[in-house]
């Protein structure tokens, strides 16, 4: 029996089953909250997206957005299926190193990258630098100096395009925190600082207009105005990219009201636009870079939780408590995401009524799913959320001094543990006594 429109199936127990493994079992075998990752899955969706480049003869680079979810295990699955990575901060460059990522292959981002990030990222030799404002790219000029290096960059730019998603995780419009806006000159005169700089070598543009993105023509019409400005900047400077780096933010599903379409025909039709928007203004195709995240690890993971506590307030609704919540997936909090379960030990039990899933912390808003119809519901079933798999273990937290659950990961009916559960000790580990 297949769950309906996720990737897992019910045993002859009548029990979930990921990666040929209960779900039940690993509940029992590690504890709750778990996340479990089915590790085919990660790679099918790798190959989904660099075999349709391959597929087309298209000079690419797929990057893994590692900010969706950051493990040591999780990058030497990435390094396995050959991508590039695209990290953030000191920490996720550091995670890479400590997976034994290859450095080349690494592509650096942040609005705010402070002097030691740049510098890491020089002294690690990584592939490249997405600048991200005028500050950086003359932190990044002198660090090059110092170090006699030159170094690969990209220039992030806002295209002025909103996306069709919450405010939030929309990045592409005018009034942003990133990038330099096309609309007002910032951009060209970036370009202007780095197109002949001795220690910055630019590639070309990198654009990102948001997040859980359903429509191919978000991303068409922002590809169109990035070409505008490439059309410019040829006539005007006889400036031509090698890279076009068209961002990440494909969208998955997370409940029967999201349609996300395969990710083959969205990246062939971006394919088409690219390639007609080069021979309109008589340039070589450049080589296109995307950073998929929430693509590759979304819809791999599961969260297990133990169900507790059941309250019932006549005539206005049933709430279920689980031994989880915003600490370990503050997504429906922070804005408003709605999710798909059922009981794991119950998979193919009939419903019998909605409920509302309500987590452990201490407030209001930890909700994690509002209204889920769900079998008859007993204290200590297992109950099981789909999707999880990008920025929940990200974003997990210590709120309420929780600690942040284990992770594992499943394949071909085999699990590893590739995230220790955290103990109060860990928690605890750098407060100070006052005393």
Not at 123 to 146: A, P, R, Y
Not at 269 to 285: C, G, N, R, T
Request: charged share 20%; aromatic share 10%.
């Amino acid at each position: 029996m297949i769950i309906d429109n996720h990737p897992f199936t019910v045993n002859k127990q009548g029990h979930l089953e990921i990666g040929g493994i209960d779900s039940v079992t690993l509940a029992k075998k590690y504890g709750t909250p778990l996340y479990v990752y089915d590790v085919q899955i990660i790679r099918n969706n790798c190959r989904a997206f660099v075999n349709t480049f391959k597929k087309m003869g298209i000079p690419a680079k797929v990057a893994y957005a590692s900010k969706a979810f950051s493990s040591i295990a999780m990058l030497q699955v990435m390094k396995q299926e050959e991508m590039y990575l695209d990290v953030v901060s000191e920490g996720e460059l550091y995670t890479a190193l400590q997976a034994g990522f290859p450095t080349e292959k690494i592509h650096l981002h942040g609005n705010n990258k402070s002097i030691a990030e740049i510098r890491m990222a020089i002294e690690n030799n990584i592939g490249c630098i997405v600048v991200d404002n005028f500050q950086e790219i003359q932190h990044i000029h002198s660090l090059l100096k110092d170090y006699n290096k030159q170094m690969d960059v990209l220039m992030r730019v806002t295209p002025g395009v909103e996306s069709k998603t919450h405010q939030y995780i929309m990045t592409g419009h005018e009034d942003s925190k990133f990038g330099f806006n096309l609309q007002n000159g910032q951009a060209e005169n970036a370009l202007l600082k780095m197109i002949d700089d001795p220690y910055i070598c630019f590639q070309g543009l990198h654009c990102h207009i948001g997040s859980q993105i359903f429509e191919t023509d978000r991303f068409i019409l922002a590809t169109n105005m990035l070409f505008e400005s490439l059309k410019m900047w040829k006539q005007q400077y006889n400036y031509v990219p090698n890279v076009l780096n068209l961002g990440g933010g494909y969208g998955i599903r997370y409940t029967k009201e999201d349609a996300p379409i395969s990710y083959a025909p969205f990246i062939e039709e971006l394919i088409y636009e690219v390639q007609k928007q080069a021979e309109s203004i008589a340039i070589p195709m450049p080589e296109i870079w995307i950073e998929p995240g929430r693509a590759i690890a979304g819809n791999a993971g599961i969260t297990l939780y133990t169900i507790g506590s059941m309250k019932e307030i006549p005539g206005i609704r049933n709430y279920i408590a689980v031994d989880g919540g915003m600490t370990d997936n503050l997504r429906p909090s922070l804005y408003q995401a709605k999710y798909e379960a059922v009981l794991a030990n119950k998979a193919d039990w009939l419903v019998e009524k909605k409920v509302s899933i309500a987590g452990k912390c201490c407030e209001s808003g930890d909700m994690l799913i509002w209204d889920l119809p769900l079998p008859a519901v007993s204290q200590n079933d297992i109950l099981a959320v789909f999707s999880t798999g990008a920025y929940g273990y990200s974003m997990a937290n210590h709120y309420n001094r929780f600690a942040k659950p284990a992770v594992v990961f499943v394949e071909n009916g085999k699990d590893k543990l590739v995230v220790r559960r955290e103990t109060y000790k860990d928690v605890t580990r750098h407060d100070l006594s006052f005393e």
